[in-house]
């Protein structure tokens, strides 16, 4: 039997349809949630939790591990049909603001990175990484197709003991002596009660609603940064928020320079010095 707890999750997440499956062990909750297969129709929410990842994923083949009891991961896919409509790029933002919320219960401090980094003071509290899978239309289905959207979300639950592996200042939700029984079941959870409605709302309503809760915990925003592609240096400038698309504006020396998800890497101008 697993060591977490699906029915608690799935009581505190009380998102309706949503279902919930735990394992002991996964490789990636997300990989795993990508390549189930597609079934006739749309199928409902569906949230995959894991006591331990073993090789999970950040952007551009980072590495997210997560070890027994310290961290939670876990992804959640939704599906829905569609037919000429381009990838949901916005998703991670409305992610990322549903999440911040959620997690200011306990961490009032709590700060968004762009794109994806769940952060306190400066060090990073989890990561989130969306992905998406479209199956083969069906000659029968008008061209319509069934769209998988994974949003994969891995979080410290207390600091990790060591923060070379993942190349940055690390902390924790909670302090050692906080951390209940029902830790993680209870983040994954309250998690889930808002990152699940805010993805069906971006997907039917876009970013409007979304904008000003992403700003108001942007870390990034009047901040000196560092643009790079992998460890190369592109450009630093100064960091003015998402625009309403959800793309960074940076003021370079050349000019504003506007970034979607997934292009670059940014970080603390002194970070890199």
């Given at each position: 039997m697993t060591t977490l707890d699906a029915a608690l999750i799935r009581h505190i997440a009380a998102c309706g349809d949503l279902i919930v499956d735990t394992v002991d062990e996964a490789g990636s909750t997300n990989q795993v949630s990508m390549d189930a297969p597609f079934g006739r129709d749309p199928g409902a929410p569906r949230l995959l939790a894991a006591a331990r990842q073993t090789a999970g994923r950040g952007r551009r083949g980072r590495a997210w591990l997560s070890p027994d009891g310290r961290s939670v991961a876990f992804?959640?896919?939704?599906e829905r049909l569609v037919r000429s409509e381009p990838p949901p790029v916005a998703v991670p933002v409305a992610v990322g603001a549903a999440a911040a919320v959620a997690l200011s219960r306990w961490a009032p401090d709590v700060q968004l990175k762009w794109p994806n980094d769940l952060q306190r003071a400066g060090r990073k509290l989890g990561g989130i990484l969306v992905e998406c899978r479209r199956s083969v239309p069906d000659r029968a289905s008008d061209g319509a197709a069934i769209e998988r959207i994974v949003v994969g979300i891995g979080l410290n639950l207390i600091?990790?003991?060591d923060t070379c592996a993942i190349g940055q200042p690390a902390c924790g939700l909670f302090d050692r002596q906080?951390?209940?029984g029902h830790?993680?079941?209870t983040a994954i959870g309250v998690l889930a009660a808002s990152v699940v409605p805010?993805?069906?709302?971006?997907?039917t309503e876009g970013l409007a609603s979304f904008l000003q809760i992403w700003r108001g915990f942007d870390a990034l925003d009047g901040r000196e940064v560092a643009i790079l592609d992998?460890?190369?240096l592109l450009a630093t400038g100064r960091a003015l928020g998402i625009d309403d698309s959800g793309r960074l504006q940076v003021r370079t020396a050349e000019g504003v320079r506007v970034l979607s998800s997934g292009e670059v890497s940014l970080r603390m101008l002194g970070a890199v010095r």
């Open positions: 992804s959640i896919a939704v600091a990790p003991p906080a951390l209940s830790a993680a079941e805010a993805i069906g709302r971006c997907l992998g460890e190369r």
